[in-house]
């Protein structure tokens, strides 16, 4: 433990450095005096014995350079010399030093990208004013978990009614036909009351927010815009304030500007405007709409008491209104978990992924020096002759494993930069991963980047500094190689065995989400996308009411049904599944109403005509809809084969009515409706999930925005210009949202893809690393073993015996890590089941093919080695020692 | 080659000032002509070369130093041995004797 004693004393002579000195300069002197008078004593002169005891001295400017040296903390020198001696070392062994590298590279940028993500998703705090004050509130049903939105008249009531929140504002999201500098364009952007500017504690950049009179009394139509939508579509003009912005034909007037990136809980707005509704208006609102609300917490009130006063409120609410609020309740959530809660668990799980591919890097890396430490044996055991202590080769390896993890460290970077990309292209729009595209490569990723790097450095060249240097000096003392081999080994087969593990796990991990995103894939979703565009178009509700909406679809819809190449058109007032559609409850009309708690919700779907023939939906009962289903004649509906098996179980349905709680045409919403067909089930291709639905004529319940579906045998998007024509041939300011049907399907498994990408791209990687794994320590093996196989076939044993001897090692060590990783890899995929479709956690098919591709590519990465302990001279092998 | 001859000389150097000062404390002249006494080619390179290796083994704990004044009434550094030091001696020693051993029974063995 010399090294320690040294280190202290070097530190103390900091301190002591000017009186060691002067010290030295005074001893130098006294040395001079006294080998002058022994010279003078043996009979020279003054001057020659002066001379003499120069000359016997030697270079005095050399001694007291050498002494200075030895004064002064040499730590700085002599780490740039190990520094130097470590970056030599390893360009003289550049196949080791890439595959470490890369190694590393790999482990350390993935960390880091995924650290990136998960600090911008979820840690970094929000941009609001105290933002662990602020809290979303929704609607439920009583012991549900889905989200509902609110009701306009309970928000008035709650608002009357708190004592515990502040503040409180509805916010909804809401698409318009928008237009700032010419074309009109349907833009998304926030229905937002006066009081979330004060609940979230932000102001506009320029200008003002609208006050509550502006946004109650509903008089002078105001707006304020996003920075982004100031700066890109309108040019960053400098008279943005008191411009007019027309939305949805309504002129309104631009009073302000947000600060750059804001965006209200992660959802991105062009433009922020008021409900515009009187509080009468409000309080008397059927119905729900798409809004939920937030608020602040009142100084010194805690979440609890917020959350039950508000349940409180609630109860009272639900007697004073049953038929909008029985067996419902409301819902609070602390901004932050309204942001995050839905895609934590996927990211937690690529935290954990990373997290096994950088163990699996670092345990490589280290096993990879341990095999190259006993070619270094004999430079190590002559450093220690020639007077190196421990420490010094010690600190010695050590630099050259932080020049190796500082190497992979700036090469992660480059790997975080393609995962950023990566990530940014596989996720993107798609998936509202919030703050996604605030992902930067900025101080703190590279802080942690380095950071990492250092670590791991730390991490997997503390154990090969410390056992070869003690090999060392064994081997130096006893003149033997044995002992010291033999430990070496075993600690390189645990980690092999330990690499081979965790790559089982990370292999079924992948299996199962491929195996459940394929499936996913191959669900049938009830329909038929191919040759399917869809177009959406947007009125202006200023201009047409709904009566004239309806007669403008009508007509768009003849004029492009007569386009040629159309086979097919229809239109519906929503997209498939998981389309926006409207749900509400439903109830038979022959039988007593189930009680509120027990009832049953369906979507409901206003479609035209055509709409199965177009979309392909079998029709399994009955007929579908006609010219003849009108405003004025019976209320008709077609309803799927799961909404029979939930109401109608065993009768037939045919004929039969049931109430449906949505607004008729004529304004009344007690009809009755006449169940006069039943199709096929359409499915969900997010998560497979089926959902009852109940199809009715557009006649009979508009809607106000409307989706054609044209069928067309040619390419689709061929005639994507002809039905813009249409529509704008009639109304010059309707936007038109034009895609493929396929392309609609695909984006709903955007999500799944991803995940099943990424993590099969880490199981690749851990496999690789394992397969470097597994080479490394048997090829050292084989070395180490030198003598013995020499002996072996010195004695007759044949080249295919000495294969296999090495051959079954290496199995036999893969084999544990087989079994170790199979039975962990059974406890960390249930952690998977939520984002798993029709697999098992424990799909033994999956488990047993990830084992087999592990012992295949084992097996390839031993042959290697095997074969050069098969091909030894034994003389040669006798001869090394 | 110089360097690798320095540094096999350092430690044979390092080796005499430790067994010149078992038996009592020594200023760094006195060490010299104590070392001088068993071999004069060690200092080939000059008397200079000494003072290094004290102040690195005082630095490596091995040896500590002191102020004193010497019978001419000089004031001196004087150098002793530390616990650590002799414990080091005694190794070195040891293993010296060992390895001379084995050369030698080599050596003898035609």
Redesign the interface.
């Known amino acids: 433990m010399?090294w320690i004693?040294?280190g202290w004393?070097?530190i103390r002579?900091v301190g002591r450095r000017r009186a060691?000195e002067n010290?030295?300069d005074?001893?130098?002197r006294?040395?001079l005096?006294?080998?002058t008078e022994k010279h003078r004593r043996a009979g020279m002169s003054a001057d020659e014995a002066r001379r003499r005891a120069l000359l016997?001295?030697?270079?005095?400017a050399?001694?007291k350079e050498?002494?200075q040296?030895?004064?002064r903390p040499a730590l700085l020198e002599d780490s740039v010399r190990d520094l130097r001696y470590g970056v030599r070392v390893l360009r003289g062994a550049p196949g080791f030093t890439a595959a470490a590298v890369v190694t590393l590279a790999l482990g350390i940028g993935a960390t880091a990208a995924i650290f990136s993500v998960v600090r911008t998703v979820m840690l970094e705090p929000l941009p609001y004013r105290e933002p662990d004050r602020i809290v979303a509130v929704w609607e439920t049903n009583r012991g549900g978990t889905q989200r509902n939105t609110i009701a306009p008249a309970n928000f008035v009531a709650w608002r009357e009614r708190t004592r515990t929140l502040e503040h409180l504002g509805m916010v909804g999201p809401v698409t318009l036909a928008v237009v700032g500098n010419g074309q009109a364009e349907q833009m998304g952007g926030l229905s937002f009351s006066s009081d979330g500017f004060r609940a979230l504690g932000v102001q506009p950049a320029l200008g003002r927010a609208y006050t509550a009179a502006e946004d109650f009394g509903g008089g002078n139509a105001v707006i304020v815009l996003s920075h982004e939508f100031w700066q890109g579509r309108l040019g960053g003009r400098r008279d943005v304030l008191d411009m007019t912005i027309t939305t949805d034909g309504l002129r309104r007037t631009v009073i302000g500007v947000m600060p750059p990136a804001f965006t209200v809980v992660g959802q991105k707005a062009a433009f922020l405007i008021p409900y515009s509704e009187s509080i009468e208006r409000l309080r008397a609102a059927r119905g729900r709409g798409s809004s939920y609300a937030i608020a602040r917490l009142r100084e010194g009130v805690s979440f609890e008491q917020a959350y039950s006063e508000m349940r409180r409120i609630y109860a009272e609410l639900e007697k004073e209104a049953p038929q909008r609020n029985a067996a419902r309740t409301v819902m609070l959530f602390p901004l932050h978990e309204q942001m995050v809660g839905e895609v934590r668990p996927a990211l937690l799980a690529l935290v954990g992924a990373v997290v096994l591919v950088l163990l699996v890097a670092c345990v490589n890396v280290a096993n990879l020096l341990l095999a190259r430490s006993a070619a270094r044996e004999r430079e190590i055991g002559m450093r220690t002759a020639?007077?190196a202590g421990r420490g010094r080769l010690m600190r010695q390896m050590f630099t050259e494993s932080l020049v190796l993890a500082g190497a992979g460290g700036v090469a992660g970077l480059g790997v975080a930069a393609l995962c950023h990309r990566g990530l940014l292209v596989l996720v993107g729009d798609r998936i509202p991963i919030p703050r996604l595209d605030q992902l930067a490569l900025d101080l703190p990723v590279v802080a942690f980047t380095l950071a990492t790097a250092l670590a791991t450095g730390i991490l997997f060249g503390l154990v090969p500094a410390f056992v070869s240097t003690s090999t060392a000096s064994d081997a130096m003392?006893e003149?033997s190689r044995h002992g010291g081999g033999r430990r070496l080994h075993r600690l390189l087969s645990t980690l092999v065995v330990a690499e081979v593990a965790l790559s089982i796990v990370l292999l079924a991990g992948a299996g199962l989400l491929m195996r459940s995103f394929i499936k996913l894939q191959r669900i049938d979703p009830g329909f038929r996308a191919d040759g399917v565009l869809t177009a959406g178009v947007q009125l202006p509700a200023t201009r047409y009411d709904l009566p004239a909406a309806s007669r403008f679809y009508a007509e768009s819809l003849s004029r492009i049904s007569a386009l040629p190449g159309v086979q097919h058109a229809a239109g519906s007032s929503c997209l498939p599944p998981p389309g926006s559609c409207i749900v509400t409850s439903v109830w038979r009309v022959d039988r007593p109403k189930p009680p509120d708690g027990q009832l049953r919700s369906s979507q409901i779907r206003p479609i035209t005509p055509a709409f199965f023939r177009t979309m392909a939906i079998p029709q399994v009962a009955g007929r579908g809809f006609s010219e003849t289903d009108t405003a004025e004649s019976t209320p008709v509906a077609v309803v799927s084969d799961s909404l029979v098996r939930e109401q109608f179980a065993g009768d037939n349905p045919l004929g039969r009515r049931l109430h449906i709680n949505v607004d008729h045409a004529n304004g009344r919403s007690d009809m009755e409706w006449v169940v006069v067909g039943v199709v096929r089930d359409i499915r969900s291709s997010q998560d497979g999930a089926v959902r009852p639905i109940i199809y009715t004529p557009t006649t009979q319940i508009p809607a106000r925005g409307m989706r054609f579906f044209v069928r067309t045998g040619q390419d689709p998007l061929s005639l994507a210009t002809a039905v813009r024509g249409v529509v704008h041939s009639m109304e010059a300011e309707a936007p038109v949202d034009v895609r493929t049907l396929e392309e609609v399907v695909g984006s709903t498994i955007a999500r799944p893809r991803a995940i099943s990408v990424l993590v099969a791209v880490f199981a690749l990687v851990a496999l690789a690393l394992a397969a470097v794994g597994v080479y490394g320590v048997m090829a050292y093996s084989v070395r180490e073993r030198t003598q013995e196989i020499g002996v072996r076939l010195a004695l007759g044993a044949t080249a295919a015996s000495v294969f296999c001897l090495v051959l079954g090692q290496a199995l036999r060590l893969v084999f544990i890590g087989v079994g170790g990783g199979l039975v962990a890899a059974g406890i960390l995929t249930r952690l998977l089941e939520r984002l798993l479709y029709e697999i098992e956690p424990l799909d033994p098919w999956t488990f047993t093919v990830s084992a087999v591709v592990l012992l295949a590519v084992a097996a390839v990465a031993s042959y290697v080695p095997a074969r050069r302990g098969m091909r030894m001279a034994p003389v040669d092998a006798l001869r090394t020692n | 080659m110089a360097k690798e001859r320095g540094d096999l000389l350092q430690g044979t150097l390092d080796m005499l000032v430790l067994k010149a000062l078992q038996l009592e404390p020594m200023h760094g002249w006195g060490i010299t002509e104590r070392i001088e006494q068993w071999s004069e080619s060690v200092l080939q390179l000059g008397q200079g070369t000494l003072y290094p290796a004290l102040y690195r083994l005082e630095r490596q704990g091995l040896i500590r130093s002191e102020w004193k004044v010497t019978e001419n009434n000089r004031q001196a550094r004087f150098y002793s041995l530390t616990r650590a030091g002799r414990r080091h001696f005694s190794d070195e020693l040891a293993q010296w004797r060992r390895m001379s051993r084995a050369i030698n029974l080599v050596l003898e063995t035609t």
């Open positions: 010399r004693t040294e004393n070097r002579s060691l010290g030295l005074e001893e130098i006294f040395h005096d006294q080998q016997d001295f030697g270079g005095l050399r001694v050498s002494t040296d030895e004064i020639l007077g003392r003149g």
